[in-house]
């Protein structure tokens, strides 16, 4: 079985247990998973192997901080979900989702992997708003990496919003809405893949 089956088959095991239980013993559990699993990653070596490797990158070996990368995402998406279900407004910090998109933004270039351009070829990805920021994605020879800031000349730039940037990564947008959301410029045939890419098991 593949380990994303797996965590997928562990996932909805616990959904289907956990519709017994009232809210509040749900907060109460989750309060008390939430700090042991705290003090757990505060221990582990972070340069070291992960326990799981970061799938959605294309990764079949990550480093440990990938790996609790990925877990914050995992809490920090789910969090935001409940707050839209409910009317809640978001975190007001948002360095958290700063955080969250550098860490999904990883995934581009396994999303990117069957795009073809000549080496040399850019594209910017630019999050708008308080939590946004520049990333780019660079053809070589072989495969595209990813990179901090904007290129001088882009071949493709690709604009969006925090929440559009969220909800796109973690499937939480229809193709149609990203279609409606996401701006983009210059070659439009390389960005059809971030409309695609997924930084969450699914």
Known sequence: MQLGSTR???NADWVAVARR???AVLVELFALAGDALSDWFERLPLD??????????????????????REFTELWHHQ??????????????????NAVLAIAMRGLP?????THATAGQTILVQVSGAAGSMWTLLRDDARWTLHAGAPSDPT????????????????ALS?????????????RSLAASFLRARSVII
Request: no cysteine; hydrophobic share 40%.
């Open 48 to 69: 070291a192997p992960a326990l799981f490797p970061v799938s959605w990158a294309g990764e079949t070996l990550s480093a440990g901080w990938f790996d609790v990368g």
């Open 156 to 171: 493709t730039t690709i604009r969006l919003d925090g929440d559009t940037a969220w909800r796109l990564l973690f499937n």
């Open 21 to 23: 239980f009232s809210p």
């Open 8 to 10: 997928s088959q562990l």
């Open 175 to 187: 193709t149609s809405d990203a279609e409606r959301q996401v701006e983009i410029s210059g070659d």
């Open 80 to 97: 935001q979900q409940i707050r839209v279900a409910v009317g809640a407004p978001s975190l007001e910090d948002p360095g958290y989702l």
């Open 110 to 114: 396994h999303a990117f992997r069957g």
